[in-house]
Each structure stands twice: as structure tokens, then as C-alpha cells.
């Protein structure tokens, strides 16, 4: 959630800084290894459905998506795992899930 944005105007350019209060993404990520252990999702018939490893906020997202992060594009275009994890290293708050990719 972006709680703080500062528009600085120079000659020739303008930067745009944003403080993002990640409170709120911590609180759920936390709340969901609790629950789910190392992020397993079940169905209705407690069947395992699928693994929650990162919920990445769409204010980050977008951040990296601006910067042309390579990790962010390559995981995002390339689904590319090595990338996921040096993420996940630079972002630990996106964790949902203990234990490996």
C-alpha cells in the first residue's frame, strides 16, 4: 500500500518516489504459513489443490515492471524459478510459504 509519494521536478526530468508500507502483505503472508504450513492449498474436499509460494503487491509489481528489473521480467515472462528466488531474496516480505520453490 503506498502511503507517501514525493514528485520532484528538475530541469530536465522528474522523479517520482513512493513509500510503500508493506504492514498489511506481511501480516497476510504470516497468517497464511500459520495456517497452511508451508503454503498448500486444499479445495472444498481437502483435496491439495496447489501451493501459495509469494503474493507479490501489484504497487511493487509495477514498480519493478518501471525499473525493468531482469529478474522480475525474466520470472514473468520466462517463469524462470533462479529469478523467483533472487526475488524472493530481495523481497522477503512476498514469502507465503516455508520450505524451497
Known amino acids: 500500500m503506498v ?9 530536465a526530468e522528474i522523479s517520482l518516489t513512493r513509500h510503500i508500507n508493506t504492514d498489511e502483505i506481511e501480516k497476510f503472508n504470516w497468517q497464511t ?3 497452511n504450513g508451508k503454503g498448500f492449498i486444499y479445495d472444498d474436499k ?6 501459495l509460494i509469494a503474493q507479490i503487491p501489484a504497487d511493487e509489481a509495477n514498480m519493478l515492471i ?6 522480475y521480467m525474466s520470472f514473468r515472462l520466462n517463469h524462470d ?11 522477503p516480505h512476498w514469502v507465503t510459504a516455508e520450505g524451497g520453490i
Open 3 to 11: 502511503t507517501d509519494e514525493k514528485i520532484k521536478f528538475t530541469d
Open 33 to 35: 504459513r500459520n495456517e
Open 46 to 51: 481437502q483435496k491439495l489443490s496447489g501451493r
Open 66 to 71: 518501471a525499473l525493468k528489473d531482469l529478474d
Open 81 to 91: 524459478k533462479n529469478a523467483l528466488r533472487r526475488l524472493l531474496k530481495r523481497f
